[in-house]
Structures are given as C-alpha cells and as structure tokens.
C-alpha cells in the first residue's frame, strides 16, 4: 500500500466513524447510553487510524 493510498483510506475511516458517533448521539435518546457509544467508536476507530498512519510512515521513509 503506497503512501497516497493510506492517507485516503485513513481520511476516509475517520469521516465514516466521525458520521457515525453523529448518528449516535442524534438518535440515542440516553445521554449517558450515547457518550458510552461514542467513547466505543473512538476506541474501535483507534486500530484502523494506527494502523493505516504505520502503513503512511513506513512506505514515506
């Protein structure tokens, strides 16, 4: 995977997951239910962002 490819993918998880934690906080009605979710989100949307950030260096050294 070159470098191009990652930063787009990358760009592109992190808009998908960032409309995702929007849903989630419009349609669940539980304030306490929905900070639980997005803090969820962030934590799944961690392992892609890393990942696809070490793909980006290591093809750019």
Known sequence: MDCKKAKQ???TVS???ALAMLLSSFFIADK???Q???FM??????????YLSKK???TSS
Do not use: C, Q, T
């Open 9 to 11: 993918i990358n760009i």
């Open 41 to 50: 989100l962030i934590a799944v949307w961690l392992v892609p962002f890393f």
């Open 56 to 58: 980006s260096r290591e």
């Open 32 to 34: 306490d239910l929905s």
């Open 36 to 38: 639980n979710v997005v």
């Open 15 to 17: 808009i998908l997951f």
